[in-house]
Each structure stands twice: as C-alpha cells, then as structure tokens.
C-alpha cells in the first residue's frame, strides 16, 4: 500500500486516540477531587477527540477508495 495515501489520516487519528486518552485522564482526575466543570470540560475535550477520530477513519476509507478508483495499483 502506498503508504502517502494514508499517512495524514492515521496521524489525525492518532493525535485524536491521545487527546481521548488525555481526556479521560483528566475526567478521572476531575471525579476525584469533585470539580464538576473540570468533568465537564474532560467529557467534551474526549467528545470532540472521538468526532475527530471518526471523521480520520471516514478520510482514510475516502482516500483509499478515490485511489482505487484511480488506478493507483499500489493503493491497497
């Protein structure tokens, strides 16, 4: 595969997967001192990494597909 066609997808999607993580780390942290808008604020900052890392998903199967569709034989 050539590795060009999905290369800005995957590094959206990774960057989305660790803002999640972050996010939810800082959820948890938040439950445990009882700060209701710092949960607040963790649940939409993973809210917000989850949309992203969908929609890198959907650009990736969308990259891939116009490729085949090219006729670029090294696409999948």
Do not use: T, Y
């Not at 700060?35 to 989850?50: G, K, N, T």
Request: glycine letters at 12%; a positive charge; hydrophobic letters at 65%.
């Amino acid at each position: 595969m050539d590795q060009g066609i999905i290369k800005q997808p995957l590094r959206l999607g990774a960057v989305a997967f660790l803002v999640a993580v972050l996010g939810a780390a800082l959820g948890f942290f938040a439950h445990s001192v009882e700060l209701r808008w710092l949960a607040l604020a963790a649940f939409w900052l993973v809210a917000i990494a989850v949309v992203c890392g969908f929609a890198a998903i959907a650009w990736g199967w969308w990259r891939v597909g116009s490729a085949q569709k090219g006729g670029d034989k090294n696409a999948i």
